[in-house]
C-alpha cells in the first residue's frame, strides 16, 4: 500500500492512525503471516475494491481488508526465517541439517530485543523446518543450543531464548544460574551439570565453593526429601573426587541415607532414572547379607525404567533362578503388579531371559494381566491411559501366545473376564474377543449372550454396584486361589475318595465358581444409573410412591431404587420385587394388585416424588 492510499484509509478513519507504519508495511512481495490463514505474500492491492490480493498456502489470490488485517496479520521483516526459507531456500537447508545453533541465533536475530518465547520459537522453527521432522531435529538442536555461548536458554516453557550481546560459556552460564537461586534442589542439578562440564574438561573455575554449598545443602537443606538427599549426596561425592577432596569426609554418606531398609521403596519411587542402577549398586554394597530379599521387595513394588533395572541387577549378582521362581510364586497369589507384567509380555521373546520367562507365558498370566488392568482402573481418577492394556491391545500376538496352552473352558472363563473389565473401551473388548474366536471358535456364543444381556439389563445404583464388583474380585483375587491351595494341600493326604477334607474343598470349589459365573452374568447385565431420569408422571425406578392400603387404610411412603437396592425397615424396595413391579407405570390415582406369597392386597398411589430432589433437600 502506499503512502496516499493509507492517508486516505486514516483521514477516513482517524483511530487508525497509530497503524500508519503497519499499513505501510503492507506492500505487493511482502511476506505475512495470518492467525487464521497462515504464512503468505502480498502480490497486489486492489485500489478498486480497496482490498489486498494475498497468496496463502491453500489459498491463492485471497482479498482482504487491510483494517481487518491490522490486528489479525503480522508483516514479517526480510530476514524472519519463514521469508528466508522462500528468498534463501538453499542456505537455510544448509543450515537445518548442518548447523541447528545457527539457524536458531538468525531466527532470534529476527525479533524485536533479539528475543522470543519458547512457544513461539518453536512455532516458526517447526514451519521451517516441517512439522515432521521437527521434533526429532529440536531434540538435536537443544543440545547444540545448551553448549552455544550466544544463547540464554530458558529453564521453563514460559520464558524467552535471548540472543546475548554478549557471549557467555556454559560453565559461566552454569554459575550464574547456581549463585542466583536459593533452591537446594535446583543446586544439586546445576552441580551435577558442573560435573559433567569437568569431564569434558570445560571448566576452569575453582569449584571448592561450589563443593561445600552442596554439601551444607545435603546436610541441612529442609528442602530435600530422601529421594533427593541422597541424589544430592551422590553428587556431592563426584563433585569431590573431581577436585580431589575425600567423599568420606562429608555427612550424611551416602551409605547411611540407605541404612533404613523401610525408606528404600520410597527413594526408589522418586530417585531420578538415570541414578537408578547407583542407587541398587548402592543398596547392595550397604545391605550385603539382606540385598537379595531386598532387591526382590523392590523389584515387587517398582515402576517404569525401575523393574528393568532390578530384573538386570538380579540377573546380573546370579539371582536369575531365584527371580523365575519368584514371579511364579507372585503369579500364583495374584501378586504380580502392572509393572512386572508389562516387564514379562515385552521381554516374552528375549533370549537373554527365555528361561526366566517361558514358564510364565500361559493362560494363568492373562488373568493377571486383566485382573492388574481391572484394578488399575478402578483406582484410576481419570481418563489416564493404562500400558498393561494398550499393549494388550497393540501387540497382535500377545493373546494368541498367552493362550497357546489354554483348554476352551479357561478360555472361556477369560474372555468372560475381558467382558466385565473396566480398563477398557467397548470397541476395544470386542477387538481383543475376537482374537479369542479366532483361537476358540465356540466362544462366539458369548457375543450373543453379551447382546441378550443387554435386552435384559439391570437398572442398579453405584453402590450396590461397587458392592457386586467387590464380591466378584474378593472371590477371584482370593478366595478361589486360596481354594486352589486348600485342594492341592488335601490332596497330599492320600486317597480322595475317603479324604473328607478333598471333598470338602471341592464342593467349595463348586459354590465358588458358581457364584463367580453368576456375579460375571448380573455384572454384564447391569447399567449403573443415578436416577436423574425419574419423572413424577408415573412411578419409575428412582421414585418415591405414598400409597394407600385398601384395608387398613394406613399411607406408606416407598422408595424404588435399583435391582440390588433394599432396606424393609426404612421402606426402599427394588423394582425387581413384587410390590416394585407392580407400581412401575402406573400414575397417580391408580390402584394396583400386589400378591405376597399367598396373600394379595389393593394399593391406591397417592402421590409420587423424584428421589433426587429429596438428596437435594
Sequence with gaps: MNSETVSALITKNPSLKAAKAKFEAMAPGAYVVHRSWGFGQIKSYDEAAQRLIINFKDKKAHPMDPVFCVNTMEVLPANHLLVRKETEAKKIAELIAENPAQLVVEALQSYPNHATTVIDLEITLAQVVGEE?????????????????????????????????????????????????????????????LVNAVDRKEVKTDLAPILKIVADGVKDSNQLGA???????????????????????????????VANIRDLAGIAEKIPVHFQSTFLELVHATHPIESRDLLFTLLKTSQGKFTTECINFLVEQGHAEELATALKRW?????????????????????KFAKLLNDLITPRLLGAIFFAIDYEALQASSARRIPLADILSEDTDLVADLLSTADPETARDLANTL???????????????????????????????????????????????????????????????????????????????????????????????????????????????????????????????????????????????????????????????????????????????????????????????????????
Design 331 to 351: 503369579q500364583t497369589e495374584q501378586n504380580l503388579r502392572a509393572p512386572v507384567l508389562l516387564w514379562i509380555v515385552k521381554n516374552r521373546h528375549s533370549k
Design 227 to 257: 529421594a533427593e538427599r541422597l541424589y544430592g549426596a551422590a553428587v556431592r561425592d563426584n563433585l569431590a573426587r573431581h577436585i580431589g577432596a575425600d567423599p568420606a569426609t562429608f555427612e550424611p554418606s551416602q551409605a547411611s541415607l
Design 133 to 193: 521432522k521437527f521434533k526429532k531435529w529440536w531434540s538435536v538442536a537443544k543440545k547444540a543450543l545448551a553448549k552455544d555461548p550466544r544463547v540464554a536458554v530458558p529453564e521453563k516453557k514460559t520464558e524467552c531464548y535471548i540472543l546475548r550481546e554478549i557471549p557467555v560459556s556454559p560453565e559461566d552460564e552454569i554459575l550464574e544460574q547456581f549463585n542466583s537461586t536459593r533452591s537446594a534442589r535446583r543446586r544439586i542439578a546445576l552441580a551435577e551439570e
Design 419 to 617: 467382558m466385565l473389565n473396566q480398563g477398557f473401551e467397548e470397541l476395544t473388548k470386542k477387538s481383543l474377543l475376537a482374537r479369542f474366536i479366532k483361537i476358540f471358535p465356540k466362544i462366539q456364543s458369548l457375543v450373543a449372550v453379551d447382546a441378550e444381556s443387554k435386552e435384559e439389563q439391570l437398572l442398579v445404583s453405584k453402590g450396590s454396584f461397587e458392592r457386586k464388583r467387590e464380591e466378584y474380585e474378593t472371590i477371584v483375587s482370593k478366595k478361589i486361589p486360596e481354594n486352589s491351595k486348600a485342594i492341592a494341600s488335601a490332596r497330599e493326604h492320600g486317597d480322595l475318595k475317603e479324604n473328607s477334607e478333598y471333598k470338602m474343598a471341592k464342593q467349595d470349589q463348586q459354590v465358588l465358581m458358581a457364584r463367580k459365573t453368576n456375579l460375571e452374568r448380573d455384572l454384564g447385565r447391569a447399567r449403573v444409573t443415578d436416577f436423574k431420569e425419574a419423572t413424577v408422571d408415573q412411578v419409575s425406578v428412582g421414585t418415591l410412591v405414598e400409597v394407600r392400603s385398601a384395608a387398613s387404610g394406613h399411607t406408606t411412603r416407598y422408595t424404588i431404587l435399583g435391582a440390588w437396592d433394599g432396606d424393609p425397615d426404612i421402606h426402599i424396595v427394588s423394582y425387581k420385587t413384587p410390590l416394585g413391579t407392580a407400581l412401575l407405570g402406573k400414575k397417580v390415582g391408580d390402584t394396583v394388585k400386589v400378591k405376597t406369597g399367598a396373600s394379595e392386597e389393593d394399593y391406591t398411589i397417592i402421590s409420587i416424588a423424584r428421589y433426587v430432589d429429596t438428596l437435594k433437600a
